[in-house]
């Protein structure tokens, strides 16, 4: 998963920055646009056209037979089955050759989010008072099967950040907690420990952004985890994804502010429904001019 993050984020480096010296906001667009046309062809060549275009041809051809013969209640019933039928069909010759663009899609949408949907934390004066829960939480994580070792976890945090509160820790979750601010701006590393193990977090603060950054670090082989998609490390490819054989599991910020993208819904969910609109309104767009039935 580390080489998959890793290829992409070279890939779309490049692809991004081809648009970015006009401006996030046309990037995100174009290069959805883009992918929304690319999916497009590929499932031109996918599917089977004629197949779907008959099973069109045919829906039309009942419901043209309703309206016919609209006063014979056996016809109309058949037709109604038939219309169901077709549509199980219809439906099933579009959704099958989607499914595998769904692994492209998660991997571009995640390049996205990590590029355009985080601002960096405040920072706050060095002398500044802090009030609970003004600052931004940090959880660590541990590996389930080793959940008391969350007793012997440590928390280092660099010059420019400061705790705001003790470390927490809950035994019985796995779990540990401990509420911290910027004072300088600039990108920190947090040290975590757990014997002779070091795993760090990256924590933007401050207006001058990394070129991807993110609130989470997740464990290698947590993807596989299909009823827990926030933990799947192929989300989260602006930092190393943890080893497999790590005690911890997950390293994570409270959610960074959402960026400003001024028209444009910001934060994850706006990157992501930008991402699915200007890829379907692209993809719309080139229906006729490549010629492909869905």
């Not at 290069?31 to 499932?43: D, E, P």
Request: aromatic share 8%; charged share 20%; proline share 6%.
């Amino acid at each position: 998963m580390e080489a998959l993050n890793s290829a992409a984020s070279s890939l779309f480096d490049v692809v991004f920055g081809a648009f970015e010296w006009i401006g996030p906001r046309t990037a995100l667009i174009a290069v959805s646009g883009i992918f929304g046309v690319l999916a497009l062809l590929a499932f031109k060549y996918m599917s089977s056209q004629s197949s779907i275009a008959k099973a069109k041809g045919k829906i039309t051809g009942h419901l043209i037979e309703i309206r016919i013969y609209q006063d014979d209640l056996r016809v109309v019933a058949s037709s109604f089955v038939k219309i169901m039928l077709r549509n199980v069909q219809y439906l099933a010759l579009n959704f099958l050759p989607f499914l595998p663009l769904a692994v492209p899609f998660a991997v571009l949408a995640a390049q996205a989010v990590v590029r355009y949907a985080y601002s960096g934390a405040q920072v706050s004066p060095a002398d500044a008072k802090v009030l609970s829960g003004r600052g931004v939480l940090l959880e660590i994580e541990v590996a389930p099967e080793n959940m008391q070792l969350v007793k012997d976890l440590h928390v280092a945090l660099p010059p420019g950040v400061r705790a705001v509160s003790p470390l927490v820790r809950s035994v019985s979750e796995g779990r540990a907690w401990q509420e911290i601010v910027a004072t300088t701006a600039g990108v920190h590393a947090i040290d975590c420990r757990i014997g002779s193990e070091h795993q760090s977090k990256q924590f933007v603060a401050g207006d001058e952004v990394p070129r991807r950054m993110q609130p989470r670090r997740a464990l290698a082989s947590d993807w596989w985890r299909i009823h827990d998609p926030a933990r799947w490390s192929i989300l989260w490819p602006a930092e190393a994804t943890l080893p497999a054989d790590s005690q911890f599991r997950s390293i994570s910020l409270a959610k960074y502010p959402a960026r400003d993208l001024g028209w444009l819904p910001g934060g994850e969910g706006g990157v992501l429904i930008v991402l699915v609109v200007a890829s379907m309104l692209f993809g719309v767009l080139a229906l006729k001019p490549l010629k492909v039935t869905i």
